[in-house]
């Protein structure tokens, strides 16, 4: 008589389990999942928050600072602008005018450019006590008006004359460096006023070899 419980017990159904499709698709995991997602998106949004604020936090010094120090070459660099200024007089002369009451105040103090590359080179590049971000900026305007000397140099090593071939190369090599400066001088001055750093082709690397 033992044997008939334990017939019984063998012929029952065995106990249904529940699919784990249903489980998945339970509402209280469901809100788990929905948290858990908003949590991380939430998370996310904090960090690009964060970022973008520090990319932001440039100290208005700092940025004054970089700004005026690419007034330096871009002044110097005027002088390879002398071909285009006698094609374009009325149209250079407009853009320029914004500039000129520092352009002239700036030749007016004698060795100016001396004076503005060694307050530049000592006052900021070399003083610890300016930021990295200043530093950079005064570095990569101190190493562009350098170069800007090189085509000096070779033009009174060759002395082409001014007409034939040679005054052609002039020409152009004048044309191309003063388009090359505005650009430079443009582009470093709007990212220097929004705290951003600007980095110049090739002058850029030479600048950041000294830190």
């Known amino acids: 008589m033992a044997a008939i419980p334990l017939l019984r ?8 389990r529940t699919p784990r499709s249903t489980l998945l698709n339970h509402p209280l995991k469901a809100n788990i999942v929905s948290l858990s997602l908003r949590s991380n998106s939430a998370a996310q949004q904090r960090r690009r928050t964060i970022i973008s604020a520090s990319q932001n936090t440039t100290p208005v010094t700092d940025r004054l600072i970089s700004a005026a120090a690419y007034f ?8 390879y602008g002398r071909f285009l200024f006698a094609q374009y007089p009325k149209t250079l ?8 009451p520092l352009l002239s105040v700036y030749r007016s103090i004698p060795y100016a450019s001396y004076l503005a590359f060694l307050v530049l080179y000592i006052g900021v590049v ?3 006590n300016v930021s990295r971000y200043a530093r950079f900026n005064a570095m990569q ?9 090189l085509p000096l140099l070779v033009q009174r090593i060759f002395n082409p004359g001014p007409h034939g071939i040679g005054g052609k190369i002039v020409m152009m090599s ?9 650009v430079c001088f443009v582009y470093s001055l709007v990212f220097s006023i929004l705290g951003r750093t600007p980095k110049l082709p090739l002058v850029g690397d ?3 070899r000294q830190f």
């Open 9 to 16: 017990l063998s012929l029952s159904p065995p106990p249904q």
């Open 72 to 79: 330096f070459p871009f002044f110097n660099g005027l002088q």
């Open 93 to 100: 002369g407009l853009v320029l005018e914004p500039f000129l």
């Open 126 to 128: 070399r003083n610890t």
């Open 141 to 149: 305007a101190v190493v562009l008006d350098v170069l800007l000397v």
């Open 174 to 182: 004048h044309n191309a460096i003063f388009v090359f400066v505005v």
């Open 206 to 208: 030479a600048a950041g």
